[in-house]
Antibody
Framework: QVHLEQSGAEVKKPGSSVRVSCKASGGSFSSSAISWVRQAPGQGLEWMGRIVPLFGKAFNAQKFQGRVAISADKSTATAYMELSGLKSEDTGVYYC????????????WGGGTPVTVSS | DIVLTQSPGTLSLSPGDRATLSCRASQSISNNFLAWFQQIPGQAPRLLIYGASTRATGIPDRFSGSGSGTDFTLTISRLEPEDFAVYHCHQYGNLPLTFGGGTKVDIK
């Protein structure tokens, strides 16, 4: 069974960047798809993008184009999400979620990483 | 992008009641790749249903999913105390992936 361990809470200044990691154990990391999902306080879920480590190319949601970089390191079974140009509206909990080939539905979720953007 | 509209926004019911949650898509979802998640405050979402109607591992059979194309339903046959939560529908058939706005099931 896949388990996803995320990095700890972050507090950032507006205009800075944040990098969140998601380490997978169990299962096949390379052939899975790792998605990043954001949840602002009291709001719903928002998909940011995903990567299939086997192929290495990420697909990002249009809303985050130019600000988000999703990557994966197959050697350590770790995925990363870096968000730049932070604004107060980026405050929320960031989740990684894993899906297996072929349909990649998000069957396993990490515990979430709270990110606070405040001056 | 496929827009998912969930209704109602809030459902107020009692333990033992039947809950019926709706998710409508702005266009047909490829292969009926529609999932439902349960989220308890302070916790990560948990997968309940995928492929519109297949229960995920360990999910009780009081949860069932149905529908195809653009109209999908999650039914909880008899609400248990631990079922009072927020439910999200999600389509993974087309990029970009999208989520509905959520339905909160609270205690009447």
């Amino acid at each position: 069974q896949v388990h996803l361990e995320q990095s700890g809470a972050e507090v950032k200044k507006p205009g800075s960047s944040v990098r969140v990691s998601c380490k997978a154990s169990g299962g096949s990391f390379s052939s899975s798809a790792i998605s990043w999902v954001r949840q602002a306080p009291g709001q719903g879920l928002e998909w940011m993008g995903r990567i299939v480590p086997l192929f290495g190319k990420a697909f990002n949601a249009q809303k985050f184009q130019g600000r988000v970089a999703i990557s994966a390191d197959k050697s350590t079974a770790t995925a990363y999400m870096e968000l730049s140009g932070l604004k107060s509206e980026d405050t929320g909990v960031y989740y990684c979620a894993s899906g297996q080939f072929p349909s990649y539905y998000m069957g396993v979720w990490g515990g979430g990483t709270p990110v606070t953007v405040s001056s | 992008d496929i827009v998912l509209t969930q209704s109602p926004g809030t459902l107020s019911l009692s333990p033992g009641d039947r809950a019926t949650l709706s998710c409508r898509a702005s266009q047909s979802i490829s292969n009926n790749f529609l999932a439902w998640f349960q989220q308890i405050p302070g916790q990560a979402p948990r997968l309940l249903i995928y492929g519109a109607s297949t229960r995920a591992t360990g999910i009780p059979d009081r949860f069932s999913g149905s529908g195809s194309g653009t109209d999908f339903t999650l039914t909880i046959s008899r609400l248990e105390p631990e079922d009072f939560a927020v439910y999200h529908c999600h389509q993974y058939g087309n990029l970009p992936l999208t989520f509905g706005g959520g339905t909160k099931v609270d205690i009447k």
